[in-house]
């Protein structure tokens, strides 16, 4: 730990015009009151735990499908994580300890998957949605200056991850971790710019709260998962590319899920980001998405690795405009709203893939209240400290007059 608190150093930094400056670098009272008022309430929350159980089974026909069951007291939440076509993740919260996962195999794998997957009884479903990761971006930025600029330089031909192909989810099970590997590269690779890497989605279940020691340290619940994408070893096509993710949602209405920043005056757990970008996809409780505004360009994430992780805005879409995918379809029919948006990583400047071939970006998806940071021990005392005097010094001083008129009155009656 360091001597000086992290929001304190924070508060002094300068934003130069070389570095970019993202976050709040000096928070004003009204946002800080509003902090304080909206911290409150988290520290109320009770610990929940679910017993979380990973489904991989050597009869499935392909291992590329992953269900995560996290049963509680009254309900179970759903993820089924597959990478058959672009890699995607249903989740689906029912109302009973005892649904289930049915899958309809020949259904599933042909041309019309419609209903060959289910969530049973069909009744309990309380809340169901999806992700879909459909592209992988890469853009040339060596003649873009302006870091707002979109997109970040000039774009190469897309990796469209509906034509990865993808290591066997059975070998990367950890049931200590609750975590699963989906490893791919271009099933088509003429360049060979896979030769020596690949896109790594790494899927991981909490059976409680907790918070992981790798950047950006996302807090999570039991009734969230975690996505950690990460880029390692794939050539670039020039010496300064960026790289950008496409994300579809899959609704149940029409609108796009809405999308929502949060601020914080508070980054003990992912230094100078200040920011937690926020997915919803209807009023609460239904699904969300949230993330830190960053990436990192070595696996040992840290300050100075830390690339800005831009988002664009949703826009709704047409679904043969993107590659199908069989659980959604299988679960949800033909007829579905799909929004869509983009991710970039870094910027032509400052830390980048070209550092060690390497990137990471980590979300957290759930159902249910989305994870509140609560301010960090840290932070809380020195603001009782700063704020805190003034309010001190007046409590003490009524406390004394209130005392002092009291012992007054407690002389009277001997006398
Ligand atoms: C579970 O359901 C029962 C009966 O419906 C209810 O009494 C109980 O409060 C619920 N528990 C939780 C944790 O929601
Ligand atoms: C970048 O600029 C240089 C010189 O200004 C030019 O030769 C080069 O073609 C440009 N590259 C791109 C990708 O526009
Ligand atoms: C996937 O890996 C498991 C365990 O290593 C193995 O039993 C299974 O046959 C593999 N499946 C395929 C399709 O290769
Ligand atoms: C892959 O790695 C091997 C050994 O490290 C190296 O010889 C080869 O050139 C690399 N290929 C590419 C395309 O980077
Ligand atoms: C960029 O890459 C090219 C080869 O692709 C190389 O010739 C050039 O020196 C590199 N430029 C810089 C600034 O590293
Ligand atoms: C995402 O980026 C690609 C490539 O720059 C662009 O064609 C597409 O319109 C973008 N989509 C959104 C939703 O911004």
Redesign the pocket.
Known sequence: MTAVPSALRSSVRMCGSEEPCWGLSAPGPTLLLSLLLSAAPSGLLGEETRQVSLEVS?DWPV?HLLHIRAVGTNSTLHYVWSSLGPPAVLLVATNTPNSTLSIDWVRLLSSEPDGGLMVLPKDSIQFSSALVFTRLFEFDSTNTSDTAEKPPGKPYTPYSLANFSWS?I??SLDPATLSATFQGHPTHDPTRAFANGSLALRVQAFSRTSRPAQPPRLLHTADTCQLEVALVGASPRGNGSLFGLEVATVGQGPDCPSAQKRYSIDDEYTPAIFQMDQLLWGPLPSGFAQWRPVAFSQKQGGRDSAMHCQASPLYPTLAYLLPKSPIIQGFFGSRNNFCVFNLTFGASTGPGYWDQQYLSWSMVLGMGSPPVDALSPLVLSIMVVALGAPGLMMLAGGLFLLLGHKRHSEYQPIN
Do not use: K
């Open positions: 050597p291992p066997n059975t070998d």
